[in-house]
């Protein structure tokens, strides 16, 4: 298998090192992986890199995401989410009005608590271990942005469905925390879908079962990088792959670089003289 990318809908209740496995399997990868981690609980856009391509995870880290959520108040649970156990409720009614008065003062930059039910990891211990065994992480605030908050509908009493797009790494359950707390209530994340990372989009992808199927496309690395073009020689193609900077009559800072029509990478120009920034061959 060539190295791409392959846009997949993680349904719920599956982990996202399964979906890779799966798609792996179907696709005979030798290497395969994924560009940002979705909760079993979660659902929605899972980008699965294949080959070569699982070399873009840096890369992609810091993409933005934007997810639809649905938010209950009124009570909460100690995972924040619905896998765990309700630890406190109380009778107080959220109004729209009231949601989106609070709304803007969670929207810029700021430090975040991640949830005590979270993958952060505490003196290589994970915090969801430690709050399994009843011990508190020592957590520590992480620098978010939050863009926007969009609420969408009002579903029920106290249940609400929001649009969020944020910055990588942020704890949407944290944000339902936070609202809830700036409401004088508690708060439950009830579900989360994801509908974009970086530039991929949900509407662009594929279910477990269109992949198993076969009924599925891919993405060419070079569609990543909106860059020109360039073909190298095949002397110039060596040195490259041999770790040697070239020198090139173009003057862009970076390239998609080819050799007869085969996509070997992004190329960086460091003075006067190019190399590999991203190398897929």
Not at 107 to 125: E, H, L, W
Not at 127 to 152: M, T, W
Not at 169 to 194: H, P
Request: proline letters at 3%; a positive charge; aromatic letters at 10%.
């Amino acid at each position: 298998m060539y190295s791409t990318i392959i846009l997949v809908n993680k349904p719920r209740g599956i982990s996202s090192n399964t979906v890779v496995n799966i798609v792996k399997r179907v696709v005979g990868a030798k290497k395969a992986g994924h560009l940002g981690t979705l909760d079993v609980a979660g659902e929605g856009l899972l980008p699965v890199t294949i080959e070569k391509a699982t070399k873009l995870f840096d890369y992609y880290l810091n993409k933005d995401k934007v997810y639809k959520t649905v938010f209950k108040f009124g009570e909460t649970t100690d995972t924040l989410d619905l896998e765990g156990k309700v630890i406190a409720r109380d009778n107080k009614i959220i109004t729209k009005e009231a949601l989106l008065n609070v709304i803007p003062s969670l929207i810029g930059r700021y430090p975040q608590m991640p949830p005590q039910f979270s993958a952060k990891k505490i003196g290589g211990v994970k915090a969801y271990d430690l709050a399994r065994q009843g011990k508190e992480a020592k957590l520590k605030p992480k620098e978010i942005e939050v863009y926007n908050i969009k609420l969408l509908k009002q579903l029920s009493i106290n249940e609400f469905e929001l649009e969020i797009h944020c910055s990588s790494g942020t704890y949407i359950r944290s944000i339902c925390r936070d609202l809830a707390i700036k409401l004088s209530t508690y708060g439950v994340m009830y579900s989360i879908l994801r509908t974009k990372c970086g530039e991929f989009d949900i509407k662009d992808s594929f279910t477990l079962e269109e992949i198993k199927q076969g009924a599925f496309s891919t993405i060419p690395l070079e569609k990543l990088f909106n860059l020109p073009k360039i073909q190298v020689s095949e002397i110039e193609k060596d040195k490259l792959l041999n770790g040697i900077y070239i020198k090139l009559d173009c003057k862009e800072s970076e390239i998609n670089c080819f050799y007869q029509d085969n996509y070997l990478g992004v190329l960086e120009k460091i003075e006067d003289y190019y190399k590999f920034k991203h190398r897929f061959v």
